[in-house]
């Protein structure tokens, strides 16, 4: 169901992000899916250290800040004493996949039921262009100017693969905003999440592969190109793990 | 009143529990791990009780920062190397106004060092906890029921200033076992109005966080919180002392039990000797520590560790009087004799 009005859950002002970056995107797509619940009152968002940053302004609900990497852990610490409410983090791939692995997949292992934004765009985009965990092979980044040698620097993680070997983990799917389509999916896989959150399945991630074009170098629209030809392949989009049964 | 025998670790936990935390956070290390276990044990008993052994101490610091940051009462536990990781945490935690109660049962460092009891985290606790301008208040306990008396006092600091609060104990408190009493502890736990639990459509939103963009805003901020900071040294400040001692033996925690020993057995010799036990290290009792020092010529200090509470000392009397200090490392508790030797030798200055 296409609205062209902002959702109620976001705040009515200019972001930061850069133009064509997809941050802003996946923050509306949580937003609408936060208001079609009528959850807004009962929801704690906790932004990360990264681009998003300053997340905590955009978002009507509650917010808390966390420290790089520990989202999973502060979401921890707020879910247990509030099992009643819903609490999401909002991390990239810095953030979830390096620095903060270890909150991340004890989180999931324990199954914490608490539901996890991860805006996969393959590079540190707020530091200014570094590789990141998910930089693919041969990417070129600030400090892999000879493109990623995997000898030299390691594999690229697929995060949402890893984590869907964990008992803990309820929902886990890879999604992109690329076209209307890509969008409306990731938009599904997001509520998904929250549903599975609301029955207190267990723990739940959208990894949502999305762009940098400042520090990637390329147009808004190129990007797009890129994350499809190059992306893609590396981080099969679907559903990892599902146990919300139907509905 | 009723007194049991406990533990000092377990101690600390049943007094954090009487007094309403619900929620505790932490992961193993010796010598504090009978913290941990208590709480596994007792938490999942209580109506709304949380216990989450964390994948590290960092994990568990930031789960207090998640529950205190939700407006719920939290705490933490570690030892040393455990407190370094902490350290990140408890940064953010002073960055957002957030209270909480961060037990160190100290061992001996650098490095792994020893799980043998140690003082050598004072410079940790008080100068040096995490990055950024704040402090921390620091209590520091010398006995079983000052860890229950304590672990209240802090929860009480930690919510009436908005700031985490370090219980600054040792492995011989913690391992300790001594008569004690609960008293009255009254349970006064209430969700804090600022918390980011959910506005329920009801107020505006609350946000928990330690960014601030704006240089003006965040040294606004900063000087608001060293406001707090002030009121903290003026009012909590606190010390247990003698009076008119000609020489002054300085010694916070399980030290100052043996300091308390040497003194009296200088005493009974005819030196007019006395004790000066901190009961925080920050703010450090400066006022206490003047009145304690008016009659006297020499300063003792005593510490398991090399000698860190020593600078506050000195600045606590502005280098007017001559400071020595006597310590043992690597796990020993410096015994009485050591202590009265070195105090009549100062004597016989
Ligand atoms: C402890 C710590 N280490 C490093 C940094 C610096 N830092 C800020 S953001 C960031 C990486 C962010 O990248 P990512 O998580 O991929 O998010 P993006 O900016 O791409 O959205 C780093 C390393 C920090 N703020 N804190
Ligand atoms: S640097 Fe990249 S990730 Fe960050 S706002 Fe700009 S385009 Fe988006």
Redesign the interface.
């Known amino acids: 169901m296409p609205s062209f009005k902002r959702p109620n859950a976001l705040i009515d002002m200019p972001t930061h992000y850069c133009p064509g970056c997809t941050h802003g995107i996946i923050h509306r797509l949580v937003a609408e899916v936060i208001d079609e619940m009528g959850i807004?009152?009962?929801?704690?968002g906790?932004c990360p250290v990264g681009c998003s940053?300053?997340e905590?302004v955009y978002?009507?609900?509650?917010?808390?800040?966390?420290?790089h990497g520990?989202s999973p852990?502060?979401?921890?610490?707020?879910?247990?004493?509030?099992p009643d409410?819903?609490v999401f983090t909002y991390q990239g791939d810095g953030d979830l996949a390096a620095i903060g692995t270890?909150?991340t997949?004890?989180a999931a292992a324990?199954g914490e039921n608490i539901t996890v934004i991860f805006v996969n765009n393959a590079i540190y985009g707020m530091t200014g262009g570094q590789m990141a965990p998910t930089t693919l092979p041969g990417q070129f980044t600030q400090t892999t100017p000879y493109g990623r040698d995997t000898v030299r620097e390691g594999h690229p993680i697929r995060v949402s693969e890893m984590l869907s070997t964990l008992d803990g983990v309820a929902y886990a799917e890879r999604t992109m905003t690329v076209d209307p389509k890509s969008i409306a999916n990731t938009k599904k896989a997001i509520r998904k999440a929250f549903e599975i959150q609301k029955a207190k399945k267990g723990f739940s991630i959208v990894e949502v592969l999305s762009t940098c074009p400042t520090n990637w170098g390329l147009t808004p629209l190129k990007a797009l190109d890129w994350l499809k030809e190059n992306m893609l392949p590396h981080y099969p989009l679907g559903v990892y793990a599902d146990k919300g049964g139907n509905e | 009143m009723n007194k049991v025998l406990m533990k000092g670790n377990e101690a600390c936990a049943e007094a954090a529990i009487r007094a309403g935390c619900k929620?505790y956070?932490g992961y193993p290390i010796t010598p504090q791990n009978e913290i941990t276990a208590y709480m596994s044990k007792a938490l999942p008993k209580i109506d709304?009780g949380?216990f989450?052994q964390?994948?590290?101490e960092?994990?568990?610091i930031?789960?207090?920062?998640?529950?205190?940051?939700?407006g719920?009462r939290?705490m933490t536990s570690s030892s040393s190397p455990g407190i370094s990781l902490k350290s990140?945490?408890i940064s953010?935690l002073a960055g957002?106004d957030l209270p909480c109660v961060i037990v160190n049962v100290q061992r001996g460092g650098p490095g792994l060092g020893t799980i043998q009891p140690s003082q050598a985290d004072y410079f940790q606790a008080t100068k040096a906890i995490g990055h950024g301008d704040l402090k921390i208040p620091t209590l520091a306990p010398n006995s079983v029921q000052e860890m229950v008396d304590m672990t209240v006092k802090a929860f009480e600091i930690a919510e009436k200033y908005r700031t985490p609060v370090i219980i600054l104990a040792d492995g011989l408190l913690g391992q300790m076992m001594e008569p004690v009493s609960f008293g009255e502890i009254e349970n006064n736990a209430a969700q804090y109005p600022y918390g980011?639990?959910?506005?329920?459509?009801?107020r505006e939103?609350?946000?928990?966080?330690?960014?601030y963009l704006d240089p003006l805003k965040l040294e606004e901020k900063i000087n608001e919180r060293f406001e707090r900071y002030a009121k903290i040294a003026e009012t909590e400040a606190a010390a247990e002392y003698d009076k008119d001692a000609t020489i002054v033996v300085a010694a916070y925690g399980s030290t100052a039990r043996v300091a308390r020993s040497a003194v009296d057995k200088a005493r009974a010799e005819g030196i007019n000797a006395g004790l000066f036990r901190p009961q925080t290290l920050w703010p450090f009792p400066v006022k206490q520590l003047k009145e304690a020092t008016g009659n006297a010529k020499a300063v003792l200090v005593s510490e398991m560790s090399m000698g860190q509470m020593v600078d506050d000392v000195k600045m606590a009397l502005e280098f007017k009087l001559p400071v020595e200090f006597y310590g043992r490392q690597g796990g020993f508790v410096p015994n009485p004799d050591e202590i009265l030797k070195k105090i009549k030798e100062i004597s016989n200055n």
């Open positions: 807004e009152g009962d929801t704690v906790i940053v300053l905590y978002f009507s609900c509650d917010m808390m800040q966390a420290s520990r852990a502060v979401a921890t610490g707020i879910k247990r004493a509030n409410k819903f270890a909150e997949v004890h324990r | 929620s956070f709304g949380v989450v964390a994948e590290s960092i994990g568990a930031h789960m207090v920062y998640g529950c205190a940051g939700s719920v939290c990140e945490g953010y957002a980011a639990y959910g506005h329920g459509n009801k939103r609350n946000i928990i966080n330690s960014l």
